[in-house]
Structure formats: C-alpha cells, structure tokens
C-alpha cells in the first residue's frame, strides 16, 4: 500500500516556494497544520473533512505559528500515514509529496480532493469549520448520504405499493399532458395514446412497474389518499401578520400536483387584492394583482416539484399575511444549493427529476435553473420583493405585499 501511496503523489510536485506560499496563507478552511507525523490521528480526520468539503492541503512539519521546521522522514514514517488513511471509509488516497529542506529535514505535504464520500474516520463522519475540524452533524451526514444514491434510489423512482393500476389515475389529466407538451413541442407525438404507452413516454414506467412519480402527478382515486397521503396542499388567509391571527380562510386539499396547482391558484384568485386604474388614452381598465401570477404559479409548482415527498404528514402551505404570501414545502436544500444562489444564475438539480420533467413538458415550469430568477424579476416588477429561505424542515418563499398603487 506505501508503494501506491508513492507513486500517486509524483504528479503533485510542490516545491519550497510553493509550499512557503501555502504556509504564508496561514490555517484555514482549506489548509491545516500539523508539527510532526506524531499527530497523524488528528490530521486524518481532517484529510476526512477535507474531502468532505472543498479539498485542501494537510502539512506535517509546520507549527502552529506557521514555522516551516519540517522532520526526518523516511519509508516507514509514509506508511505511518497510509496505514492512518485506511481508516477512512470509502478509501480516499490524497496525493503526497515530501518538499526537503536545509539541514536534512523534510515537510510531508498531503493533497486532499474535495467532493465525493461523504467520508468516514472510524465510523464518524468530519467536516471544517474555519480552521477546525469538527464531526459533522448526523442531520448533514443522513442528508449528504441521501444525495449520493439520489441519482439511483429516491421516492419518486420506487414502485407503487401492490394494487395501485391505472385505473387510479387521472385519464383526463394524462391526455391534456400529452397535449400541452406537443403543442410546445417538448413532446413527439405519440402514434399510440393509451394511458400505459403515454406513461411510458414519461418515464413513469419502468420495467412494467408504474413508479410513485405517476400518483405524485395522476392519482385521482379516493382509495389513494390513505396511502399517499403527502400529496396535499394546505391553503390559508391569516387575519394579521402572523399566525396567531384568526383565520378568514383555511382550505386542506388532497390530489395529485397538476390539481393542485389548481387548487392553489384558484385560492389566490379569492384572496389576493388587484389595484386597478385607468389608463390614460385607453378606454380599457388595467388590473393588477399585489402577487404576480406568473411568479405564484412557477412557485407552487416548484414546491410541488422539488418538495419532499418521503414524509406522510408533509404538505406544500400557502398562507397569506397581511404583509406578506408564504409558499413552503416540507424538505430542504439539496446539492450545496442556498437561498443566495437562487438568486443567480445556477445549475438545477431537482429533488424529483421525474416530477419535473413531466411539469416542464406540460409548461407548468420554466427551463430548469431559470424559473427562480424569472420569478425575481416578476416580482420586482410589481413591486414585490422576494425573499427565499431554508431550515431543516422546510423551504419557503415569500414576496412582500408592497405595491405601487394599493394600499395594504
């Protein structure tokens, strides 16, 4: 193993001006010093949090007052720190490089990859914070580990339970799909319509198993709700402007995403005031919602697209202020993806790749990774600043009831 250890740190080739350069820099979230391979133990775990984040360099023979001393290294000290390494699970091999200097000592340089893992040390997991390593919290590591084999196993891909058929979809529903996608042209036309060949086109059936996406999009039958009863939406009017208000309106609705959507929309249109004036040179009235539809229904319909769906007593929520429209949806940010960098321009990653791409054919969702910045825009148009969140539980949006022309 010290042979391959070795060899696959020829390619790195720091020198002693490229080392003085990293160690100038001081410690930090990328960079950790260790005085001798005598702390190896603590430096593997922070090869593991390294490669849990962004990558980084471990240096044995610094100080911690960033004193290049470097110490004598030889064969059996490498495999000191290889035999180290191979407690880290999956195995990870950083590349090292031994950068000699005056007096016959040495500085042992470690050059760790980011990405990949996540990454274990004896069975717990690591992760920097600055210049420390810390054991990452179980929340992050359960949540990392799901985005690993997302790709491959996820709700939205698994098999419905025994004795769900087409008969407990939405025919209608399916066909007004396949209509609106051709007519965008995100869909060849089908020479063959039926329910089972339509899904198929969709992805929605694989192998002869229909896949829980289908209910998630098409379930209609009453026998559904007792078994996926996640698919909901709860719409509400709070008399204030928080919830220990009084309620004006408060609707719970079960169905599959393209109802409620509706349902959702539908609300709005009871609820949300529209200013209204009279154009100068114009006979016609211009009536302006204080919500923007378009930015409304992209919204909703991405809560309903990259929700959560593995937890049974999770709703997407709408609930309106007197100040403000919340939009929120049971999971989290997925894929370093923050608040931040939905404001600008950004690789999509859905949660439910198959739920999205069926909402995308249909034209309920713009192209994917622009729909946040669209609904941006839309809302500084009309005056409406928006504002994205996240917390363990949950993601929300929200603009504020601020609008040129009405008063609230």
Known sequence: MADRWTCSAKGFGMNLKELKAI???????????KRSTGQRTEAAKT?????????????????????????????????????ELRRIEPPIFPDIETVALKGGNSVIALRVPGGGGPYTYDGRPYLRHGPTTRVMPRAVYEQRVMEKFHATSRWENQPVPGGVTFADLDEEEIQLTVDNAVDLGRLEPLKRRTTKAILTGLGLIVEGKLLNAAVALYGKSQRLQSLYPQCSIRLARFRGKDRLGDF???????????????????????????????????MKREDRPLYPPRATREVVANALCHRDY????GAVSMAMYDDRLEIINTG?????????????????????????????????IEQWGTGTLKVIDWCRDNANPPQFGKSRAIRSWSPSARHRGLKT
């Not at 593995?310 to 007593?313: A, S």
């Not at 894929?335 to 949660?351: G, V």
């Open 310 to 313: 593995t937890i049974p007593g």
């Open 248 to 282: 004006i309106d408060n609707r719970q609705y079960w169905g599959h995403a393209f109802a409620l959507l509706r349902r959702a929309e539908t609300f709005l249109l009871d609820h949300v005031p529209i200013a209204g004036r009279v154009v100068s040179g114009r």
């Open 23 to 33: 160690v100038a820099k001081g410690e930090s979230e990328r960079t950790e010093f």
């Open 332 to 364: 989290t940010l997925h894929f370093d993806i923050t608040p931040e960098k939905l404001a600008q321009p950004h690789q999509s990653k859905p949660w439910n790749p198959i739920v999205a791409g069926v909402f995308y054919r249909a034209g309920i």
């Open 47 to 83: 090869v593991c949090a390294l490669a849990n984040g962004l990558g980084g360099f471990v240096l044995f023979g610094i100080t911690d007052k960033s004193e290049i001393v470097g110490q004598q290294v030889a064969t059996s000290t490498l495999e000191d720190v290889a035999n």
